[in-house]
């Protein structure tokens, strides 16, 4: 089973600060990788796949990069609706399988 | 406008059996692998399984094989997620989910969530 990493497990940002997350798989995955977002009491949402694709109506301002083991997602300006908890998720091999998730919160 | 919505909150006992249930709508239901995924309380996500109502193709985690059934009735276009004997340990928010890819899958559209209490 490839186990994914997700770092920081938290992170207190001010509104409209560049947000950098980390996701790191136990072994190679290519770009195999999405991201989402769970708002409190809400469902998560699609919002990358391939590693650096948006999901559709995503905004501009979300962007995936990186390949292989190494990862990044970030978000280039906080809005209020961005504080929530981010995870990843690996579909290269079975089972699929999700990082820890990372908490964003309002510092 | 795809749509996922899932069958409302259970209160069970330990030792009770239960089916939640999941429509989809707005795509073509037998074209798309459709699965669940658990979330405990307070916890991240874990995929439990997903199946092709295409031609009944399932796959479960192996956390999770044995322990549940995935079914879908695509006459109705609904998934199914059962239990033949709840545990403490179901007790969670079980998501209703469209798989996007055939090869390679990720989740693309999400239910609203049922909410699974397990308690004596």
């Known amino acids: 089973e490839i186990v994914l990493r997700q770092l920081p497990v938290t992170l207190s940002v001010s509104p409209g600060e560049r947000v950098t997350l980390f996701c790191r798989a136990s072994r190679s995955i290519s770009r195999n990788l999405a991201w989402y977002r769970q708002k409190p009491g809400q469902a998560p949402r699609l919002l990358i796949y391939?590693?650096?694709t948006r999901a559709t109506g995503v905004p501009a301002r979300f962007s995936g990069s990186g390949s292989g083991t190494e990862f990044t997602f970030t978000i280039s300006s906080l809005q209020s609706d961005d504080f929530a908890v981010y995870y990843c998720?690996?579909?290269?091999?079975?089972?699929?399988?999700f990082g820890g998730g990372t908490k964003v919160e309002i510092k | 406008e795809v749509q996922l919505v899932q069958s409302g909150a259970e209160v069970k006992k330990p030792g009770e059996s239960l089916k939640i249930s999941c429509k989809g709508s707005g795509y073509t239901f037998t074209s798309y692998w459709i699965g669940w995924v658990r979330q405990m309380p307070g916890k991240g996500l874990e995929w439990v399984a997903i199946?092709?109502?295409?031609?009944?193709?399932?796959r479960y985690s192996p956390s999770f094989q044995g322990h549940v059934t995935i079914s879908a009735d695509k006459s109705i276009s609904t998934a199914y997620l059962q239990w033949s004997s709840l545990k403490a340990p179901d007790a969670a928010m079980y998501y209703c989910?469209?798989?996007?890819?055939?090869?390679?899958?990720?989740?693309?559209?999400w239910g609203q969530g049922t909410l699974v209490t397990v308690s004596s």
């Open positions: 998720q690996q579909y290269d091999n079975w089972p699929l399988t």
């Open positions: 989910v469209r798989v996007f890819g055939s090869a390679l899958m990720w989740f693309d559209y």
């Open positions: 391939g590693a650096s």
């Open positions: 199946m092709y109502p295409g031609d009944s193709e399932i």
